[in-house]
């Protein structure tokens, strides 16, 4: 035995708990990570000898600056940005950037650390990072927005690269802002390429980018109902949410038949018994993208909902459930009432949206349950086809990448069952994401030896 075998599961917690004080974010992607995947290298004497777990759990760098701009009053601001670069064993780093108030180290840790797995999975050659900064683009001009991105990318061009880094969007940050730190990292650098994605379909993005993480977690939902012979065909479903992965979700359940009841942002949720209908979906996506509008006037629009201020959407009876917002959005509490009210499935279209207790809880009932690292990969596959498509100096054709999406989808799902199948007919979603992506990584890991 390696003198370094001896840690068991909480051994292993109480010492990432230890080096990451006051980060609780995380811990948390740590621990749900962990749990799978003590288990699985229970007898693989190498992964433990060669500490390949406690090695992805550290970070490669974490890249923190300030970020100095000025506001439409003359007023100078101050804020941090961040880029962790997590692991980059499999192919450069990977992942987006956050611009949102809530945005600290310890959330951009856990991104990065999920994104790690998640960009695994893809069977794409992508390595796993994340950025962002503490800035609140809420209430912010577009001038401001542009010199925030300008001053943001003055710091983070030095860190990335086409082979060595590729950031791209995420809460906060659309083809508006990629527009915008394309346009500086380009003016310092001087050179044109692939060195972000969700880019502008004129000056090299991808079709589909844009629908991809909603549309990819509606296909994994399609694929997880079909193991019980099942579709999205006349189910009811629950969307937390109202922003890019919401909205696509909502519409890929509308266009496969299913009903759409909810929609929700940090103000409260909408309910509509009648159904969203893409008209609907249509004037959700103006009114949040474009006017930057709250979801409560929803109900103006469209008399025959109610608006819920505060709450979220899970007390809402449905067949499947799609937490689409931010981290931490549906607690234990929320999964048993989902459970209760005879929902089916989970398809996370957002990254940690459920907590461990509820991640717990929807194991212990055993319903089809998909974690946001194997479910709402679909963004970031179609990012990693952006980036051979810049590559190539070309661009492919919508159908080709309708079905390329549809295939790494169905390809994640298989992954999963692979390493989750429990018997009895039981899929375990999250222990099959989490060693399916573990193991790609770290035997990349064991061929580089000690680095
Ligand atoms: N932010 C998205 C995610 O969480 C997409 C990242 C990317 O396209 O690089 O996966």
């Not at 970020?67 to 009053?73: A, I, K």
């Not at 079709?207 to 296909?219: F, K, M, P, Q, W």
């Not at 193991?227 to 009811?236: C, D, H, I, R, Y």
């Not at 969307?239 to 009903?259: C, F, P, W």
Request: one cysteine or more; glycine letters at 12%.
């Amino acid at each position: 035995m390696a003198v370094t075998d001896h840690v068991d599961l909480n051994g292993f917690m109480e010492g990432v708990k230890k080096r990451n004080p006051h980060q609780p974010e995380f811990v948390q992607a740590v621990q749900e990570v962990a749990e799978d995947i003590f288990d699985f290298i229970q007898d693989k004497e190498e992964y433990h000898a060669q500490q390949i777990l406690r090695r992805i759990a550290e970070p490669d760098r974490v890249v923190s600056f300030r970020v100095c701009w000025e506001d439409d009053n003359g007023n100078i601001r101050v804020q941090r940005g961040w880029r962790v670069q997590n692991n980059n064993a499999i192919g450069p780093y990977k992942g987006g950037i956050r611009f949102h108030p809530s945005v600290n180290e310890s959330v951009l840790k856990f991104l990065a650390f999920e994104q790690t797995f998640k960009n695994a999975l893809t069977g794409l050659p992508m390595g796993g990072g994340k950025g962002g900064a503490n800035f609140n683009p809420k209430g912010k001009s577009v001038r401001e927005i542009m010199r925030f991105c300008q001053s943001f990318m003055t710091e983070l061009y030095r860190h990335i690269g086409p082979d060595v880094d590729v950031p791209a969007g995420d809460i906060g940050v659309g083809g508006r802002e990629i527009g915008f730190m394309f346009g500086q990292y380009k003016r310092i650098t001087n050179h044109w390429n692939g060195v972000l994605t969700g880019k502008g379909l004129e000056w090299g993005g991808s079709l589909i980018r844009t629908e991809a993480t909603g549309y990819g977690a509606v296909y994994f939902l399609e694929n997880m109902l079909a193991t019980k012979g099942e579709s999205v065909a006349g189910k009811t479903a629950v969307i937390s949410g109202s922003g890019n992965v919401a909205t696509h979700a909502a519409e890929k359940i509308v266009q496969l038949g299913g009903k759409v009841l909810t929609l929700s942002d940090s103000g409260g949720f909408i309910h509509d018994p009648d159904g969203i209908t893409q008209e609907k979906i249509d004037w959700v996506k103006a009114h949040k993208t474009h006017r930057r509008g709250r979801i409560e006037e929803y109900v103006e629009a469209f008399p025959g909902a109610t608006f819920h201020p505060g709450k979220t959407p899970w007390g809402v009876p449905c067949d499947v459930a799609l937490p689409c917002a931010t981290q931490n959005e549906l607690l234990g509490e929320d999964a048993k009432t989902l459970i209760a009210n005879g929902c089916k499935a989970v398809s996370e279209g957002a990254n940690m949206p459920t907590d461990l207790d509820g991640v717990h809880a929807f194991k212990a009932a055993k319903i089809l349950y998909a974690p946001g690292k194997a479910s709402n990969a679909g963004g970031v596959a179609v990012s990693g086809l952006e980036m051979s498509q810049n590559s190539e100096r070309r661009s492919w054709k919508e159908e080709e990448l309708q079905q390329m999406l549809k295939d790494i989808m169905k390809g994640i799902h298989d992954a999963c069952i692979r390493y989750g199948d429990q018997g009895g007919g039981y899929i375990d979603y999250v222990k099959g994401a989490n060693i399916a992506g573990f193991k790609k990584v770290a035997d990349a890991m064991l061929a580089f030896g000690v680095v």
